[in-house]
């Protein structure tokens, strides 16, 4: 195409060499003109000397245009390379925030309640020699316990321990009592996916009396690496009682539990005034 180009612009040129002397020759008869052969030498050899000037100029003008081309060029990539730039940062800090979020995840402990049931026991299973591991929660009067057995399954990447907090009535109506007997610890420890059981007893009447109400029910759970966190739920003690069908030392109960959440312990603070970031 180039040389296509650079063709018809030298036809041209010499055709306007050559047809211009004999115009003026034939459309000027008032003025003295004869072509000459010293004066066509002359001409033509100032047309020629005249060439090179001409291609310098269209060669300024092509490296001129062609610089601008390629500062105009440059100036977009260095635009898409600052963009490029851009994106790739936002990849790597979306990537680190990821990584974070993944590490706190892992670190993070957890449990849900996978089982329960309602065990009957004497005062000498619940304190003096207690078969498993127990909190007494209300008024007892040494007699026949009634309780709630609540299996504990870690579902968390890492070995946490766990231990009982406070449980409160919506309501404010009553707290459960966080006393223990003849216990040498006040938590219990969980591999990943391991469940033990902790028994929360009292007089007969305790439950009764908390029966259809909303529990908020909390516990202390340190990590693997012994940081604090806390974790808590909702319980209803829907129906608790030894008139119904039920296995023999036991009561039938009906629990409903909901709204786990897991929260990191920080310092208190007016935005955390618990001094726990809930995480649902």
Not at 52 to 59: C, E, G, R, S, W
């Amino acid at each position: 195409m180039k040389k296509i180009l650079w063709t018809i612009f030298i036809v041209i040129t010499v055709l306007t060499m050559v047809i211009t002397p004999i115009t003026i020759h034939v459309f000027s008869p008032s003025m003295t003109s004869e072509l000459s052969a010293d004066g066509i030498l002359d001409y033509m050899g100032n047309g020629i000397a005249a060439i090179p000037t001409i291609i310098i100029a269209l060669v300024a003008i092509w490296q001129t245009n062609k610089a601008n081309n390629i500062a105009e060029d440059a100036n977009k990539m260095s635009v898409d390379a600052s963009n490029i730039a851009k994106k790739a940062n936002e990849i790597s800090e979306q990537l680190l925030q990821l990584e974070i979020t993944r590490q706190r995840l892992d670190l993070r402990p957890a449990f849900v309640i996978s089982e329960w049931s309602a065990p009957i026991k004497s005062f000498e299973r619940t304190s003096l020699r207690p078969d498993d591991f127990s909190i007494q929660i209300g008024e007892y009067s040494k007699k026949e316990a009634w309780g709630l057995k609540l299996t504990f399954f870690n579902i968390s990447s890492g070995y946490e321990t766990i231990g009982f907090n406070s449980a409160i009535a919506k309501d404010g109506s009553f707290k459960w009592t966080n006393s223990m007997t003849s216990a040498t610890s006040r938590k219990i420890g969980l591999a990943p996916s391991e469940k033990k059981c902790i028994y929360f007893y009292a007089d007969k009447e305790v439950f009764k009396s908390q029966l259809g109400k909303a529990i908020e029910v909390e516990f202390y759970v340190n990590n693997r690496l012994d940081e604090p966190y806390r974790e808590k739920m909702e319980l209803f003690i829907m129906s608790m009682s030894d008139t119904v069908v039920h296995k023999e030392g036991e009561a039938y109960v009906h629990l409903e539990i909901q709204n786990y959440k897991v929260g990191r312990c920080v310092e208190k603070s007016p935005e955390f005034p618990d001094g726990v970031i809930w995480e649902v």
